[in-house]
């Protein structure tokens, strides 16, 4: 039996390639004419992971903590609200060394984050606190909250306590964990 490969092969490449270059036209990414289009069902949810230690490496919690709340804002490049398209949830999850952003212990509450225009004037803890303020959400894993602070509760900025908010209500469980990922458009590792 002879098959003529050009009738059979060409035709099933051809159609191949336009199914590829469909798949990728509809996927949420940068686009062809340069922009960032948003994820498929147009909700993003982002989580922001910071597994290093603050004491040690203040800038990875200041720049994500940075980048949560701009994530959060609609008016990132001054006052144009509508400019951008806020985030629809920002997570903020604290694991391994990370957990010492809300550690009873911690000498973080005098550590300025820095801008490219010198010191900023928030701490690291008044950037959670805005983080909070600005709607986003706090998962501290609970694995490694007890291997660092078996008998303790985080520490959370003045303007979280004046809201009331529980600190042991920050440490997550295996339901939260699971959430918080399984639901994730995008993960920001620090």
Request: charged share 20%; aromatic share 6%; proline share 8%.
């Amino acid at each position: 039996m002879d098959i003529d490969f050009k009738r059979v092969f060409l035709p099933l490449m051809a159609g191949l390639a336009l199914a590829v270059a469909s798949s990728i036209q509809g996927a949420p990414g940068k686009s062809k004419a340069g922009g960032w289009e948003p994820s498929a069902d147009h909700v993003e949810d982002i989580v922001i992971s910071v597994k290093t230690n603050p004491e040690t490496d203040p800038e990875a919690a200041c720049v994500a903590l940075q980048i949560g709340i701009n994530l959060m804002m609609d008016d990132v490049n001054g006052p144009e609200p509508g400019a951008v398209v806020p985030a629809d949830a920002v997570t903020l999850f604290l694991t391994l060394d990370g957990v010492n952003v809300v550690g009873p212990d911690s000498s973080i509450e005098d550590m300025v984050c820095f801008t490219p225009k010198g010191p900023d004037t928030a701490s690291i803890r008044g950037l959670l606190g805005n983080f909070w303020m600005m709607g986003g959400d706090i998962v501290v894993c609970p694995l490694c909250w007890a291997a660092r602070y078996p008998d303790a509760e985080p520490t959370l900025p003045q303007i979280m306590v004046d809201e009331l908010v529980d600190p042991s209500s920050l440490i997550g469980n295996g339901t939260d964990i699971h959430d918080v990922f399984l639901y994730a458009d995008k993960v920001i590792d620090f």
